[in-house]
T-cell receptor, first 110, second 113 residues
């Protein structure tokens, strides 16, 4: 069964810092990996989708990389802002089964 | 329309009540999903519908009963729930091709009293 782990569980940084969130998964036979953002009590907002054949995807200040063979992905956030404060979840998909990590709770202090 | 719409946003129900959660999308997605999320935990898969047929049931108790009346609508019927069933219930959809990502709704916050 696929296990997804995210490190760190929580992160607090001052505004303006660049930061990296980590995601690892045990079964490399995936179709894609998706990074989500979740605000407290809200639904999931998709940030980036990386196909299994891709190495990275970029959207604005966000860059996600994927190393499928080693079962790792990173989400890089440049020039963090207080509005980036949220929980970030990675999820891996195989067939119609998407499995989530427990998330990294990010706080960006003004 | 690029959204998954879930109603109601909040629901409080007694343990003897019967209620339903509704999920709707008009993106032509042919797979729809129910997830359950407890506080500070990741979403856990409950059910998957593919082309309006139930394809995955993750050993969910029978007090949760899914229904997919058509390709745009997914319901979750609730009956005789327990307080531990209180959670955020998330609906998602995806296109039929497996290389696409999921689109999630904003969820229904369910409280069982």
């Amino acid at each position: 069964k696929q296990e997804v782990t995210q490190i760190p569980a929580a992160l607090s940084v001052p505004e303006g810092e660049n930061l990296v969130l980590n995601c690892s998964f045990t079964d490399s036979a995936i179709y894609n990996l998706q990074w989500f953002r979740q605000d407290p009590g809200k639904g999931l907002t998709s940030l980036l989708l990386i196909q299994s054949s891709q190495r990275e995807q970029t959207s604005g200040r966000l860059n996600a990389s994927l190393d499928k063979s080693s079962g790792r992905s990173t989400l890089y956030i440049a020039a963090s802002q207080p509005g980036d404060s949220a929980t970030y979840l990675c999820a891996v998909r195989r067939f119609d089964d998407m499995r989530f990590g427990a998330g990294t709770r990010l706080t960006v202090k003004p | 329309d690029t959204e998954v719409t879930q109603t109601p946003k909040h629901l409080v129900m007694g343990m003897t009540n019967k209620k339903s959660l509704k999920c709707e999308q008009h993106m032509g997605h042919r797979a729809m999903y129910w997830y359950k999320q407890k506080a500070k935990k990741p979403p856990e898969l409950m059910f998957v519908y593919s082309y309006e047929k139930l394809s995955i049931n993750e050993s969910v108790p029978s007090r949760f009963s899914p229904e997919c009346p058509n390709s745009s609508l997914l319901n979750l019927h609730l009956h005789a729930l327990q307080p531990e069933d209180s959670a955020l219930y998330l609906c998602a959809s995806s296109p039929p091709a497996l290389n696409y990502g999921y689109t999630f709704g904003s969820g229904t916050r369910l409280t069982v009293v």
